[in-house]
């Protein structure tokens, strides 16, 4: 059995211990949590589900780093913290661990990612052998490998556009929704997620992963971004009111363009409550989904929905992206020490994990 560490216990923390009490080559050995309330709690609380684990998570990571793990999810953030996020993977990859995390963006295009970011990893996998796989949660799988594996289905592609699609009064995460995101906010004041510059540092790898498994050379990568306003206050079950006049969806593309024309393009059309921006294009549920669209002969559009929590669809994206990370552990235990990103690792079946653990919430 691998035993595997879940450090961090959020909206993909949880899901990730749950993810690897369900796999059948994984062991929970520890978990690490920031917070000192939760110092103590056995994971199974932590992560909602219907059992204890007997697992009581810690907040002393030396300790559990010494126990020397297999492998590390490193679940807490770095949207706001990743200098912070970077030195904790580093430490992890250098106690030689395989490490899995949607934390470092600018790691989905490993090859492409600024020295001051790469170079760290490298040197830490250098010297304690261990690894490092970045993918999203937006999710990372509905921006590299099911669209290049759907774009095979083509006889003609001539743009392939990946889309998420999201009522984010579901999102368990407030400031990022009001502050980062911008919802509830004067109009004239630009969320620092689509500041200029942010949408590319953020997908932008993913665009250029693309790019290279489609074999295509990218001219330059663009932005573009709308935002609407409410037209009368709402209100919303999980986050309260949000004025009329302020920020109420918002749009934006990251577009790589070949030849002159956006050819593979990320899209995010976010609103907090469905009468805003009614005529952008909207989840089948009304509350959250992923879509895949190859423009050319055959058209071919893929909508992925999944739930967790109680049917919450914002859970079910993160679970499933967890699954993609936590599904590559034992690959990568099993591969030689290096960075790896979502095309050298395969997107692989649920062997061995077929009505195992269905008692698990």
């Known amino acids: ?4 560490v879940v450090w961090g216990t959020g909206n993909v923390g949880r899901a990730a211990i749950r993810a690897v009490d369900a796999h059948p080559e994984l062991v929970l050995t520890a978990v690490v949590v920031h917070d000192p309330a939760k110092h103590g709690r056995d994971a199974g609380e932590l992560a909602a589900l219907d059992r204890q684990l007997g697992v009581a998570a810690t907040t002393d990571i030396e300790a559990v780093l010494a126990d020397s793990p297999d492998a590390v999810v ?20 250098g106690a030689g661990a395989v490490v899995v995390t949607p934390a470092l963006y600018a790691l989905y295009d490993q ?24 993918s999203g949660i937006d999710p990372g799988w509905g921006n590299d490998v099911l669209p290049v594996l759907i774009s095979g289905l083509g006889s003609v592609v001539d743009v392939v556009r990946c889309q998420e699609i999201f009522d984010y009064s579901t999102y368990d995460q407030p400031d990022s929704v009001r502050y980062l995101v911008g919802m509830g906010q004067p109009m004239d004041q630009l969320p620092p997620m689509v500041a200029p510059g942010v949408p590319t ?25 709308q935002r609407l306003p409410l037209e009368s206050t ?65 058209r071919i ?40 990103d979502a095309l050298d690792i395969p997107l692989r079946p649920a062997a061995g994990k077929l009505g195992r653990n269905s008692h698990a919430s």
């Open 74 to 93: 490193y679940a807490a953030s770095g949207d706001i913290r990743p200098a912070e996020a970077l030195a904790d993977i580093v430490r992890a990859v």
């Open 234 to 298: 709402v209100e919303t079950a999980t986050m309260g009111s949000f004025a009329a006049g302020t920020q109420g969806a918002m749009r934006f593309e990251v577009q790589g363009i070949v030849a002159g024309e956006p050819r593979i393009i990320v899209e995010h059309i976010t609103r907090i409550h469905p009468s805003c921006a009614a005529e952008w294009p909207a989840p089948p549920n009304g509350s959250g989904a992923h879509r895949v669209i190859i423009e050319g002969r055959p």
């Open 301 to 340: 559009e893929v909508t992925v929905e999944a739930t967790d929590e109680g049917g919450n669809y914002a859970a079910g994206g993160n679970a499933t992206a967890v699954g993609r990370l936590v599904g590559a552990i034992d690959w990568l235990v099993d591969a030689a020490p290096g960075l790896y």
């Open 1 to 4: 059995m691998i035993s595997t």
């Open 201 to 225: 540092m953020v997908w932008g790898g993913q665009v250029r992963l693309m790019a290279r498994a489609l074999g295509v050379d990218l001219d330059e990568i663009r932005e573009d971004v």
């Open 111 to 134: 090859r492409g990612a600024p020295p001051e970011i790469r170079e760290p990893v490298l040197a830490a996998i250098e010297s304690g052998g261990g690894s490092l796989f970045v």
